[in-house]
């Protein structure tokens, strides 16, 4: 069974879930608005259904309201942050307008950021850069439980890892509003794609899982609870080793580099999620390229879309574009499963805020 929410009112009811876990009303909202924006653009892997995981985080210690994020490295265009367990959606901000702030100065910034729990859609950072006519790039490792196999291994040994690349195309504030927002799992599909999946009975396609015994498998409920010989199946990296290399390129950037750490042990039933993360942000101005490179972003995307579409697809589809499709379609209403409904008002509950979730 599905529902379909509007998104102003579960925002609310996700604000008011936080605030009685004892976060303040700023930062709840900060939170809740992010989540719907995942549901908004299409990632409810992303969305609201991460909450409840954030509650119990809360209740684990490890996710800190009102943590905020502290510097050990500030020099010239280096930042290196610590976000000390705050809320990602939170700390991620404050981490990135710090950036921001050095690439008004420097021309670029190079910022590691540690212990933030997580950081939800990485894509909403690079949408943040790209509206300003910046590039940024992200390498994120996850310390939560390993739940993706490197290439022709048998178990998982890391998170899902995602990199993301923003690109504006043309003069800022373009009428076309389009801007190249790479961002993806390095698994073949993202972790909560698969909970999704598991929580409406679905099967996931071939090639996405294998199962405790490292069997491929099409089963997706492997990466979501323990199985028959209480350990996890694992999500496989997309491109065979050309995914899994990239997957580990983020797991040292985004935890070694970070200071935040790499996963070194065995699965366990902790619902904290932290993330690392290393961005880059350019300032194309600052390369002395500002007349050559807006104009030629946007005539080899204009190229790109003359291309014909291949038999019975819709053509080209720029990276972002989805999102901003999904954002069009979404905005009076959304649906959400069953499962996650019930983990949602089982939230209120422990939080002894009864009255949210009713339809």
Partial sequence: MMHTIHPKQLETDITQLFVHAGVSSV????????????????HDSHGVGMAPRYIDAIFEQKLIPGARVTAHIDHGSLLGLNGNGGFGQVVGLEAMEKAFDRVKTEG??????????????????????????????????????????????????????????GIPIGLPGNPKNEAFI????????????????????????????????????????????????????????????????????CELLGGALSGGGTWRKEANNARAVMNGMLTIVIDPKAMGQESFFYPETQAFIDWLHESPPSPGTPGMILAGEPERQARMSRQEGFEIDEATWNELKASALKVNAQGLFNL
Avoid at 27 to 42: F, M, R
Avoid at 214 to 234: E, L, R
């Fill in 108 to 165: 670029a910034c190079i910022m590691s950021l540690s212990n933030a729990h997580h950081l939800g859609r990485i894509g909403h950072f690079a949408e943040m850069a790209v509206e300003r006519g910046w590039i940024s790039i992200h390498f994120v490792n996850v310390l939560s439980r390993p739940v993706v196999a490197a290439y022709q291994a048998g178990d998982g040994r890391f998170g899902t890892n995602p990199c993301c690349i």
């Fill in 27 to 42: 930062e709840a909202q900060t939170v809740a608005s992010n989540l719907v924006l995942s549901n908004l653009s299409g």
């Fill in 182 to 249: 790479l961002d993806f799992a390095t698994s073949g599909v993202a972790q909560g794609k698969m909970r999704v999946a598991h929580n409406l009975g679905k099967e996931a396609r071939e090639g996405l899982l294998i199962d405790e015994y490292g069997k491929p498998t099409t089963n997706p409920s492997v990466v979501v609870k323990a199985q028959s010989n209480g350990k996890y199946g694992a999500l496989l990296t997309f491109g065979e080793h050309k995914g899994s290399g990239l997957a580990i390129a």
